[in-house]
């Protein structure tokens, strides 16, 4: 029956969000905004590897079918493909002040940048092209490709580097 009165503190920790689709979403379709909505993830090892921002993910399209709630990786959507199979496409090739262009049949789906084969209609030669818009592509050089081969390697070799140093101490002046 006696009153007392007592100061309890805590530490409150929210538990992160991120974005997931609301409702079970078909493969190829395009995320809308409204399509996606906010979860708590009460594990981190849901963590791992999601889309943490509703940014990354509007008007990408999916790869696979989604599942209401679930965590979104990057390899569950992808750009909308700007060339797809089958379709016949513009390929430019440049060198110099000089462009060529020719008409070929894509071998593949591709968004801008993503690489893909195609086939040119008068020599069935086929070609690697970089999608560069709707219907339209550029012939990749062996040089490009060399060119990012390299990068890839240095970028690789950089991290193994880094990883494989002691951590340094501070050192003093003395």
């Not at 379709?29 to 979860?39: A, G, I, S, Y």
């Not at 789906?109 to 818009?133: H, M, N, T």
Request: hydrophobic letters at 35%; proline letters at 6%; charged letters at 25%.
């Amino acid at each position: 029956g006696n009153d007392r009165q007592f100061a309890i503190r805590c530490i409150v920790n929210p538990l992160p969000q991120i974005p997931v689709v609301r409702f079970n979403i078909a493969k190829g379709q395009v995320l809308k905004e409204e399509d996606l909505t906010w979860q708590q993830i009460e594990k981190p090892a849901d963590l791992e590897g999601a889309i943490t921002q509703p940014q990354g993910l509007i008007g990408q399209e999916t790869r696979r079918s989604l599942r209401a709630g679930k965590p979104i990786t990057p390899q569950d959507i992808r750009g909308v493909p700007m060339i797809r199979s089958g379709e016949l496409i513009t390929i430019y090739s440049q060198v110099g002040g000089i462009v060529a262009q020719m008409t070929a049949k894509a071998a593949g789906d591709g968004s801008y940048g993503e690489l893909i084969q195609a086939q040119s209609i008068g020599s069935r030669d086929r070609l690697v092209v970089r999608v560069a818009g709707y219907h339209k592509a550029y012939v990749v050089t062996s040089e490009d490709v060399i060119r990012r081969e390299q990068q890839a390697q240095a970028r690789l070799h950089d991290e193994e580097a880094a990883e494989s140093q002691p951590q340094s101490q501070p050192q003093s002046d003395y």
